[in-house]
């Protein structure tokens, strides 16, 4: 399986940007798909995930309201929506996807066995 990021960039506070990660290869099963987020210094965290059959989304609660999560199951497709952007968004936006195959809760990093190579978002103030 390979997954593919792309639509970082360095953008204003208040800002949008759309992620978009792509996933090809033996995607099958994919329980859930999911967005990570790693800041300079810090450990890389849960931002948000959906299940890939059913579409129940999750979210961290510092994204709540302004990042948006949905998926397009026929192109293999996962988007990240980012409204009202903050300096704090900043961060390497990793695509990751569970497979089923461990019982670690969705957002945990260790559910996710493949990853992508990740995209940059720079916000500024």
């Known amino acids: 399986v390979q997954l593919v990021e792309s639509g970082g960039g360095s953008v204003q506070a208040g800002d949008s940007l759309r992620l978009s990660c792509v996933a090809s290869?033996?995607?099958?099963?994919?329980?859930?798909m999911g967005w990570f987020r790693q800041a300079p210094g810090k450990e890389r965290e849960f931002v948000a995930t959906?299940?890939?059959?059913?579409?129940?989304?999750h979210y961290t609660d510092s994204v709540k309201g302004r990042f948006t999560i949905s998926r397009d199951n026929a192109q293999n497709t996962v988007y990240l929506q980012l409204n009202s952007l903050k300096p704090e968004d900043t961060a390497v936006y990793y695509c990751?996807?569970?497979?089923?195959?461990?019982?670690?809760?969705?957002?945990?990093?260790?559910?996710?066995?493949?990853w992508g190579q990740g995209t940059q978002v720079t916000v500024s103030s």
């Open positions: 990751a996807l569970d497979d089923g195959s461990n019982d670690y809760p969705y957002y945990s990093a260790r559910a996710y066995v493949y």
């Open positions: 959906v299940r890939w059959h059913g579409g129940d989304t």
């Open positions: 290869g033996r995607t099958s099963p994919t329980y859930f």
